[in-house]
């Protein structure tokens, strides 16, 4: 049967079930239900786990030997096994998980744990079965409203207290990274002081890590500020950063500019468009000041440099002078900026590869 993570703890709450089958595209949340199948086994006497990987030299008949071994201390055992990354086990592991459906003793329980199943996979006979005869829990991406409700959910547990639009600026840093959301929420629970949490302290607490750099610097392009945002590029650079998280981020922002640039140019209203594109209320002035200074032409001509980056990054574009991605990124920020300054700084990046 198909659970979602609710159900699954309040049919743990009841039993131990002989077979389970966890996957899906979100690994925290793949993680965090494996976690919790963990505990309730050990709650309820499964004092053996056994942990193994379907690597490509993995001998199924392990399987099948561990489901079969009498313990010595009679003991009941909680076997897990992990798909491999493709999350297809082969013709042998098939039959294996396939047998292992039909041999379900109370004295031992199997989690298989897998990623992003796709469509081969869904179709295969062994993960129908598994859907049938055992318990499975999907565990897809969460979109950005859900990702903010699961924040808020979190907050509101905790009696963390916030300001109107914390969620949402939470919410647009840690997008697409659970596992640094959950890590930072842990770090404000066990901080906690009973005071508000405003967005210049989320901003404080952020400002440090090296993936918000990236947001800063945005920011900073948006509102002209050529040589902070020529700092930050560097410190990116230096970090390690890869290059397709600077360029996706600016795109995105370019895309938003340039969206409320050409509805300025047209008169229209601009409050339905920042609900639509999800820009919480303490952004609307920069977004809007970076669309006017830039208007449409500008916003566009942002574009096409960034699609330039990205053929370049790829591989289908021939590099700038001085041969580095990170060369083409500062000359587009100081473009956005619209430096009257030559671009002396470009020289740190000339030659690196």
């Not at 030997?65 to 076997?79: G, H, P």
């Not at 469509?119 to 859900?146: G, M």
């Not at 948006?222 to 020529?230: I, Q």
């Not at 977004?287 to 916003?299: F, P, S, Y």
Request: charged share 30%; glycine share 6%.
């Amino acid at each position: 049967m198909l659970l979602d993570r609710i159900a699954l703890v309040q049919r743990l709450k009841e039993k131990v079930e002989p077979r389970y089958f966890v996957y899906g595209r979100e690994p925290f949340l793949v993680e965090r239900c494996c976690s919790v199948i963990r505990e309730y086994a050990k709650e309820q006497g499964y004092s053996e786990r056994i942990v193994m990987s379907a690597n490509e030299d993995f001998n199924w008949q392990m399987l099948n030997d561990y489901l079969t071994e009498q313990s010595l201390f009679a003991s009941r055992k909680l076997i897990e096994l992990r798909l491999p990354a493709s999350g297809r086990p082969g013709q042998q592991g098939a039959a294996a998980l396939t047998a292992c459906l039909q041999n379900q003793d109370s004295d031992n329980t199997v989690l298989v744990i897998g990623g992003a199943m796709d469509a081969a996979a869904r179709n295969s006979k062994w993960f129908k079965s598994f859907h049938e005869d055992a318990v499975a829990v999907d565990n897809p991406e969460l979109n950005f409203r859900q990702f903010q409700e699961w924040i808020k959910g979190f907050f509101d547990r905790n009696k963390i207290t916030y300001e109107s639009d914390t969620i949402s600026r939470f919410a647009y840093y840690f997008e697409g990274n659970m596992l640094a959301a959950a890590n930072e929420m842990q770090k404000l629970k066990m901080g906690y002081d009973g005071s508000r949490l405003t967005l210049d302290r989320l901003e404080r607490m952020v400002v440090d890590q090296a993936r918000f750099n990236v947001f800063a610097l945005i920011d900073c392009c948006l509102a002209g500020d050529s040589a902070r945002a020529v700092r930050l590029l560097h410190i990116l650079k230096t970090e390690g950063t890869e290059p397709v998280v600077v360029l996706l981020t600016m795109a995105r922002e370019a895309r938003i500019v340039y969206r409320v640039a050409v509805a300025s140019d047209e008169r229209l209203p601009l409050a339905p468009i920042f609900k639509e594109l999800r820009i919480w209320r303490s952004r609307e002035k920069l977004i809007t000041n970076a669309a006017r200074r830039l208007g449409v032409e500008g916003g566009s001509k942002f574009l096409r440099q960034l699609a330039r980056a990205d053929r370049i990054l790829k591989g289908r574009d021939d590099p700038p002078i001085g041969g580095s991605i990170w060369y083409e990124f500062e000359r587009i920020i100081l473009e956005i900026c619209r430096s009257k300054t030559k671009p002396a700084p470009t020289a740190r990046f000339a030659n690196v590869r």
